[in-house]
């Protein structure tokens, strides 16, 4: 099963998106291979590459941290909060965010034995997260 946990909070004038991946998927298909975990695998992967792009690109970025492991991955994303001067990278950050959810929660409700997604980002705040605090 493979657990996956967001936030999204503020702390002082930053937005904080957090994603906490952890576990394998149950293999779904026959042959070598798994492909779940192999398309969680490349979703989660694709926005940790796109996040490290925008911190490069972008002096509003904060601080983009992507962890990856065997069977895990937690991903720390913060930006400024929205203002008249940085509409387009808050409006960005946003869309990127959607983007790995979306896909993320296309494959919870697909395969619902194997994934467990807390689809929390937008619905509760969680309180404030320190982006260099580890478990």
């Known amino acids: 099963m493979t657990k996956i946990k967001t936030e999204k909070m503020k702390k002082g004038k930053y937005n904080i998106f957090r994603l906490e991946v952890k576990g394998h998927a149950d293999k779904i298909n026959d042959g070598e291979g798994n492909i779940l975990c192999a398309a969680i695998s490349m979703i989660v992967q694709t926005f940790a590459a796109w996040a490290l792009q ?13 962890i990856p492991g065997d069977g895990k991955a937690e991903i720390c994303f913060a930006w400024l909060d929205l203002t008249e001067s940085n509409i387009i990278v808050d409006a960005k950050a946003r869309t990127g965010i ?3 959810m979306t896909g993320l929660e296309m494959l919870a409700e697909k395969y619902p034995d194997h994934i467990s997604y807390d689809g929390g980002v937008y619905a509760k705040q969680k309180g404030y997260i320190d982006c260099d605090a580890r478990e």
């Open 54 to 66: 925008m911190q490069k690109s972008a002096e509003r970025i904060y601080n983009t941290e992507y």
């Open 98 to 100: 959607e983007m790995l």
